[in-house]
């Protein structure tokens, strides 16, 4: 067989060892082809087209991003779906293996039903694929997030600040959830919840009454109660997604205006994607493109692999981008035994 493979959306800690298992495998084991394509949906759109050998990947498994680079591109929105299909022709490409989020999924499935075999892995730093318990990416944003509210909290104690951190998460707060109780946060503010001004300087203050500095951390999908999403930019991407950001500045502005306390506000950002991947993501990754070449190699396809307690499994493409996985109330409540 010749199996091709390719990164979609947004980058991540672990893409490249997603790349390494699959090219190990089906050439070790089964003795298979892989191609890459590079850039996202843009390499089978316009032939871009890189060879995988085992030299190729020898030492990328630590390495941050993608070997094949990646892109928001959407071959439904760009008219290029055809040329998908006469790419893979072309390079006689029996199957595709698609990394990716909601975004690179969603087209992977369009395409397994006009007719092009598909297997998908998940691949998030947001963790708000429903099929999946984790995706590779969380683990280590979670990491980077939690060392930077560590490293905020000393100075913030310093200066009697507070200090409002600002972490991705579109729909969901699995990142500022998770970061913001192993950091020891004094709030955490999450998508799922519209939050109260009036609440958040409550906890700050408490706070600041007993001689701690107050760490506030909020995703930036967060919005307050009756207001909407702060953008970064006005335009949106080929799936239609806005670039939000700003949230974090807005709120440090506004817990200075009403408590008087001297706030504070860091973006992290795309730090929060660059890197190396943790061991965690490291394994999970390369279990996944194991078990996602299985899938190509048994023909089992139009199916993304996923994480349910230690095992691999198969689920639809169809069920994998059906829902956003949201934090569920219960998660919140335990979170918020510690604010204040």
């Not at 390079?91 to 989020?101: C, F, P, T, W, Y």
Request: proline fraction near 3%; hydrophobic fraction near 45%; aromatic fraction near 4%.
């Amino acid at each position: 067989m010749r199996i091709g493979v390719l990164t979609g959306g947004g980058d991540c800690p672990g893409l490249n060892a997603v790349i390494r298992a699959v090219v190990r495998k089906g050439i070790e084991v089964y003795g298979h082809e892989v191609i890459g394509f590079r850039d996202g949906w843009r390499g089978p759109m316009q032939g871009l087209v890189q060879p995988l050998g085992l030299a190729d990947v020898e030492h990328i498994l630590p390495l941050g991003g993608t070997i094949l680079r990646t892109s928001r591109t959407n071959p439904y929105r760009d008219g290029g779906a055809e040329q998908v299909k006469r790419t893979l022709a072309e390079h006689d490409v029996d199957a595709l293996i698609a990394i990716g989020g909601e975004d690179t999924l969603g087209v992977a499935s369009r395409l397994n039903d006009d007719g092009i075999a598909v297997v998908g892995v998940p691949k998030t730093i947001d963790n708000d694929l429903s099929a999946t318990d984790y995706t590779f990416g969380f683990d280590t944003a979670v990491h980077i997030a939690t060392e930077a509210i560590d490293r905020l909290r000393t100075t913030a104690e310093s200066h009697h600040r507070v200090a409002v951190v600002e972490v991705m998460g579109r729909n969901a707060g699995w990142i500022a959830l998770h970061s913001g109780m192993a950091g020891g946060a004094n709030v955490i503010l999450m998508p799922e919840r519209p939050f109260a001004v009036d609440r958040v300087c409550q906890w700050v203050l408490r706070c600041l009454g007993r001689e701690s500095a107050a760490i506030v951390v909020v995703a930036e999908g967060t919005v307050p109660q009756g207001g909407a999403e702060l953008l970064a930019a006005a335009e949106v991407d080929a799936f239609g997604h806005k670039r939000l950001g700003g949230v974090g500045i807005w709120l440090a502005d506004e817990i200075a205006r009403r408590t008087g306390a001297e706030s504070r506000a860091v973006v992290l950002g795309h730090i929060q994607r660059g890197g190396t991947p943790t061991a965690y993501d490291r394994v999970l990754a390369t279990r996944f493109g194991v078990h996602a070449l299985d899938a190509v190699h048994e023909g089992d396809t139009g199916v993304m692999v996923a994480l349910r307690g230690t095992d691999i499994i198969r689920v639809k493409l169809t069920e994998a981008t059906a829902t956003v996985k949201t934090v569920p109330w219960e998660r919140h409540a335990e979170a918020e035994v510690f604010f204040g």
